[in-house]
């Protein structure tokens, strides 16, 4: 099966700007979740999607970020403005449903450089 | 507190060797639990689940306590591939998954 799509891989933008990521899940996931990675810490969860409905977006920072699932399939994640301190890997990552022990399949992710 | 702990480490240790890493998490209604590999600068991959009764995967075995809300995972006769970053992630019942910040391994020659 195909695997989780991501895109850019890798993006530099300077502060104040405004970037976009993408992310197409596995098909026929109906989870999918945002994680910010900063360098010798574990991912983060952003944002939570079942389907194209909202599910967990406690730790975003909605004045800055916004994500949205329109169709319940694919997935963009904007910063803007963007923060030094959003430096990171933004990771998309996809499961079959919401039950509790569903692993998760992770995209390769877009590495963040704010300068 | 962080929701999940781990040692960050650095384990450095030689080749066969066996070593293990904890897990603490404060969420006592947590309902699933995982390792996952993360090489580096490459995505999180599910290394296992853990079950409630221990279980065992070749040369890896991971245990869990629910009383004490504790995780580990046991690594035997370490090889060089076996040199990784180990994330602890716990599950809630919505399915959110919950990562702490790893553990790195480095086994040596």
């Known amino acids: 099966e195909a695997g989780v799509a991501q895109s850019p891989r890798y993006k530099i933008i300077e502060k104040r700007q405004s970037v976009a990521f993408w992310c197409n899940p596995i098909?026929?996931?109906?989870?999918l979740y945002w994680y910010q990675q900063i360098l010798g810490q574990g991912p983060k969860l952003l944002i939570q999607?079942?389907?194209?409905?909202?599910?967990?977006d406690s730790q975003l920072p909605k004045d800055r970020f916004s994500a949205e699932r329109l169709k319940g399939v694919d997935s963009t994640l904007k910063i803007q403005p963007a923060k030094l301190e959003d430096s990171a890997v933004y990771l998309c990552?996809?499961?079959?449903?919401?039950?509790?022990?569903?692993?998760?399949?992770f995209g390769n992710g877009t590495r963040l450089t704010v300068t | 507190r962080k929701e999940v702990e781990q040692d960050p480490g650095p384990f450095n240790v030689p080749e066969g060797a066996t070593v293990a890493f904890n897990c603490t998490y404060s969420?006592?209604?947590?309902?699933?639990f995982f390792w996952y590999r993360q090489d580096c600068r490459k995505e999180p991959k599910l290394l296992m689940s853990?079950?409630?009764s221990g279980n065992e995967d070749g040369r890896f075995t991971a245990q869990l306590n629910r009383a004490s809300q504790y995780i580990s995972l046991l690594i035997r006769d370490s090889k060089l591939s076996d040199s990784a970053t180990y994330l602890c992630?716990?599950?809630?019942?919505?399915?959110?998954?919950?990562f702490g910040d790893g553990t790195t391994l480095t086994v040596k020659p």
């Open positions: 969420n006592s209604a947590s309902q699933s």
């Open positions: 853990v079950y409630s």
């Open positions: 098909s026929g996931h109906a989870t």
């Open positions: 990552a996809s499961s079959p449903g919401d039950r509790s022990n569903s692993p998760l399949h």
């Open positions: 992630v716990v599950n809630t019942n919505a399915g959110k998954s919950t």
């Open positions: 999607f079942q389907n194209n409905g909202v599910v967990d």
